[in-house]
Structure formats: C-alpha cells, structure tokens
C-alpha cells in the first residue's frame, strides 16, 4: 500500500500568513493526488485533484504542485475560513490511501 | 444540485451486521463509480471501498480491513449506493461517508462528492 506522510501534522498560523502543508507519498504516484478540506462536524471538501487542479469554487488562494513523491498544498493568504483540517489522498492505485491529516488553527 | 444522502447508522453490538444506504440525486447515478469512506471519532479518513459502474460490471474494490467483511452493491434504478458490514468490531465505530467518484479514469479517481456522513457504533 502507498503510505502518505504529511507535515507539519498541526501549524499555527495567523491570517494573511502563507501556509505550506506537504505530503509525501511512499512510491510515486505520478501526479494523481487529491487535497481535501474538512471543519468540525462535516464533511470533507474537495479543495485540489492531479495534484495542482483547482476544484470549481475553491478561492485562488490554494494552490497545489507536486509530481512523484512530494507535493504541496499552500494557502497564499489565510482567511479565517480556512481554518480547517486538511488532508492529502492519492488516486493513483488501490488502496486509494489518504494522509494523516494537518490541522490549521489561529495563532 | 448533487446531494448524497447516507442512512442506516446506528448502535451495534461486536459480532453484528449493519446495511448503511446512501441515497443520490443531481447527477446521473449510473455513469458514476461510487466510493465509501469513513472516519473514526477523531481520527483520520479511512478509504473503505469502491464500486464501478455497469460499464465496468459492477466490479469492487476494497480496503484491507474490509475485505471479507464488508460488500458494497448498488441499484442504478433507485440511485442508491449500498454498505453491507458484517462481523463488526469496536474498531469499525466511525461516520461513514458515501462519495462520488469524479470519473473512471485514474486522474478522476477521487471524491469530488461527500454525503453528510453516518454515524456506526460499534458497542456492547
């Protein structure tokens, strides 16, 4: 199975700041790795997919790239919105696997 | 509007069965491969399987620690997507997510759609 690692698994951020969250994946997995976002009590929202495809909807600020094993996901400006969790998953072969997860809160 | 819609949670025991269903509008049920993912209290997300549409048989995939004990169906005429859980353990408590897959191909094989989630507790 693809193990996939993110970090940090927590960060404390202020709004305005850019934010880096990174996931690694155990083998490459082309480029074919999906960003959720999830807040308390709902569900999991898809925020990017192929690694640096922004979902419709989602606000510019997101950005994703990445190919292989290591990829990115940033917020370039921190709204108080985005306080969230976020996780990486990768589609590229069963079992379809997902991070661990990295939960941004207000510094 | 693509909504899904999960029912069926609830208490069980250790040992027993649970059929969770998810009910589907908006968006055309039966060209869609269909995923269930859940999410332990606190925890992370767990994919814990997949079924391909009629063009594809139907065929499933699934997670290691559901294999054998879990099958996931479908019926294209009521748009409803399907989770059959047997021999359930404390380890299965966890919202259940039912998703839609964006496509067949590799690069649309995630979730671009999530239900609200139901909740299965596994207690005695």
Partial sequence: DIQLTQSPSFLSAS??????????ASQGISNYLAWYQQKPGKAPKLLMYVAATLQSGVPSRFSGSGSGTEFTL????LQPEDFATYYCQQHNSYPL???????VEIK | EVQLVESGGGLVQPGGSLRLSCA??????????MDWVRQAPGKGLEWVGRT???????????AASAKGRFTISRDDSRNSLYLQMNSLNTEDTAVYYC????SSSWSGSF?????QGTLVTVSS
């Fill in chain 1, 15 to 24: 709004i305005g700041d850019r934010v880096t969250i990174t996931c690694r």
């Fill in chain 2, 52 to 62: 391909r549409n009629r063009a594809n048989s139907y065929t499933t995939e699934y």
């Fill in chain 1, 74 to 77: 940033t917020i370039s400006s």
């Fill in chain 2, 24 to 33: 589907t509008s908006g968006f055309t049920f039966s060209d869609h491969y």
């Fill in chain 2, 111 to 115: 979730s671009d759609y999530w239900g």
């Fill in chain 1, 97 to 103: 696997t997902f991070g661990g997860g990295t939960k």
């Fill in chain 2, 99 to 102: 998703t839609r897959v964006r």
